[in-house]
């Protein structure tokens, strides 16, 4: 059974930092990708960024791009989102997402995703 666990969110002042992680388990996920999404509060669930467990190849949203980082071990079967230089707008709640077989090019929309964590908290302040 798949277990995708976030964490690393939290409250963080304008121009702050923030590294989430999600720990994945339940298969061998090495031909598969890794979205990071978010939500925020009356807003659409929409992507931020996305890395090929294989290659490691990344794609992100515009709206995060210079600012985020996608990574991942491959030891510890967990995918990183570095956020820097974060802004109020960034508030949300923040989930990791598989996409079984890294189906497509960007794989960038919900649609391109099969199994979703829980999610965690984002709240910058200005």
């Known amino acids: 059974q798949v277990q995708l666990v976030e964490s690393g969110g939290g409250l963080v002042q304008a121009g702050g930092s923030l590294r989430l992680s999600c720990a994945a388990s339940?298969?061998?996920?090495?031909?598969?990708?890794m979205g990071w999404f978010r939500q925020a509060p009356g807003k659409e669930r929409e992507f931020v960024a996305r890395i090929r467990w294989s290659t490691g190849s990344t794609y992100y949203a515009d709206s995060v791009k210079g600012r985020f980082t996608i990574s991942r071990d491959n030891a510890k079967n967990t995918v990183y989102l570095q956020m820097n230089s974060l802004k109020p707008e960034d508030t949300a709640v923040y989930s990791c997402?598989?996409?079984?077989?890294?189906?497509?090019?960007?794989?960038?929309?919900?649609?391109?995703?099969?199994?979703w964590g829980q999610g965690t908290q984002v709240t910058v302040s200005s």
């Open positions: 997402a598989v996409s079984f077989g890294a189906k497509g090019v960007n794989i960038a929309t919900i649609k391109d995703y099969d199994y």
């Open positions: 339940g298969r061998t996920f090495s031909r598969d990708a």
